[in-house]
T-cell receptor, first 110, second 114 residues
Framework: EDQVTQSPEALRLQEGESSSLNCSYT??????LFWYRQDPGKGPEFLFT???AGEEKEKERLKATLTKKESFLHITAPKPEDSATYLC???????????FGEGTQLTVNP | ETGVTQSPTHLIKTRGQQVTLRCSSQ?????VSWYQQALGQGPQFIFQ???????GRGNFPPRFSGLQFPNYSSELNVNALELDDSALYLC?????????????FGEGSWLTVV
């Protein structure tokens, strides 16, 4: 059974204080690892898909990396508007079902 | 803006009632999946529809059912509502069932069962 564990559960940063979120996964044949951002009361907003170990993708202050067992979402010089819950999900080998972690709730204080 | 639209945005139902939630997929997308997200948790896969056929189901009882129409829009039906069914119901659309295709979510339908 596919499993995804995210840590920490919650993270508070000062504006400009860089940090990383972790996503550990267990899956039989990773087809894709997804990162989403979710604001309160909203649906998940797509950020990245990573497909193979060693792959990296960037978008503004966010950079996602992937190894064979985990993925990191690095946030460089965060701003208050980066405050949200960040969700990680793995894609099953068959079909396009996603298995999500519980998320990391990020708060960036000005 | 993902182009995935869901309705209604909020609704309140009484235990034992039935509910229908609707989703219009992004233009060009023929695959729709439904997820349930309880407060403070990650989304849980309910089922997926591809070309009007169910194509995979998560660990949800048969009272959760769905449909996909020729225009690829979809409905989620839940019968005999229970208090634990209170959650955000998310629709996600993609093109095909090939792993790795980008999957976009709608804003969700908030269901409260009292």
């Amino acid at each position: 059974e596919d499993q995804v564990t995210q840590s920490p559960e919650a993270l508070r940063l000062q504006e400009g204080e860089s940090s990383s979120l972790n996503c550990s996964y267990t899956v039989s044949g990773l087809r894709g690892l997804f990162w989403y951002r979710q604001d309160p009361g909203k649906g998940p907003e797509f950020l990245f898909t990573l497909y193979s170990a060693g792959e990296e993708k960037e978008k503004e202050r966010l950079k996602a990396t992937l190894t064979k067992k985990e993925s990191f979402l690095h946030i460089t010089a965060p701003k208050p508007e980066d405050s949200a819950t960040y969700l990680c999900a793995v894609q099953a080998p068959s079909g396009s079902r996603l298995t999500f972690g519980e998320g990391t709730q990020l708060t960036v204080n000005p | 803006e993902t182009g995935v639209t869901q309705s209604p945005t909020h609704l309140i139902k009484t235990r034992g009632q039935q509910v229908t939630l609707r989703c219009s997929s992004q233009s060009g997308h023929n695959t729709v999946s439904w997820y349930q997200q309880a407060l403070g948790q990650g989304p849980q896969f309910i089922f997926q529809y591809y070309r009007e056929e169910e194509n995979g189901r998560g660990n949800f009882p048969p009272r959760f059912s769905g449909l996909q129409f020729p225009n690829y829009s979809s409905e989620l039906n839940v019968n005999a509502l229970e208090l634990d069914d209170s959650a955000l119901y998310l629709c996600a659309s993609s093109f095909g069932t090939v792993s790795g295709n980008t999957i976009y979510f709608g804003e969700g339908s908030w269901l409260t069962v009292v």
